[in-house]
C-alpha cells in the first residue's frame, strides 16, 4: 500500500504558476503509475493528468495541455503537477491518485482506475 499527501496549492492570479507536490511513502513508488484529478465546487472530480511509474509516457486531458506538466521522482517517492499561465476555471481541489501498477490503466482518465488517493489541495485562481 501507499499514502499520498499533497502539498503546494494556494491562491494565485491569473497567468501565475504553481507547483503541487504528491508524496507517497513505501520504497517502491516507480511500481505505482500516478495521476492527478481535480474537483470544483458542484461538480465531478475530473482527470487532469497521468504519468506512468517510469515517468516516461504521461497523458493530459485537453483543457491543460501546453501549460500543466506531469512528473516524477521516484528517488523522492514524489509527483508533481507544475501549472502554469493558471486560469479562473482551474480552480478547484486538487487531487493525487495511485495505482499498484507501472502502467497506465486503459482507464487512465477514469478515477475508479486509482486504488489510492490524497486528501487533496485547494488550488485558486483569482482573475
Known amino acids: 500500500q501507499v499514502q499520498l499527501v499533497e502539498s503546494g496549492g494556494g491562491l494565485v492570479q491569473a497567468g501565475d504558476s504553481l507547483r503541487l507536490s504528491c508524496a507517497a511513502t513505501g520504497r517502491t513508488f516507480s511500481k505505482y503509475a500516478a495521476g492527478w484529478f481535480r474537483q470544483a465546487p458542484g461538480k465531478e472530480r475530473d482527470f487532469v493528468a497521468a504519468?506512468?511509474?517510469?515517468?516516461?509516457?504521461?497523458n493530459y486531458t485537453d483543457s491543460v495541455k501546453g501549460r500543466f506538466t506531469i512528473s516524477r521522482d521516484n528517488d523522492k517517492n514524489t509527483v508533481y503537477l507544475q501549472m502554469n499561465s493558471l486560469k479562473p476555471e482551474d480552480t478547484a481541489v486538487y487531487y493525487c491518485a495511485a495505482r499498484e501498477t507501472s502502467v497506465l490503466s486503459y482507464y487512465y482518465h477514469r478515477s475508479f482506475a486509482y486504488a489510492y488517493w490524497g486528501q487533496g489541495t485547494q488550488v485558486t485562481v483569482s482573475s
Open positions: 504519468i506512468t511509474g517510469s515517468g516516461g509516457t504521461s
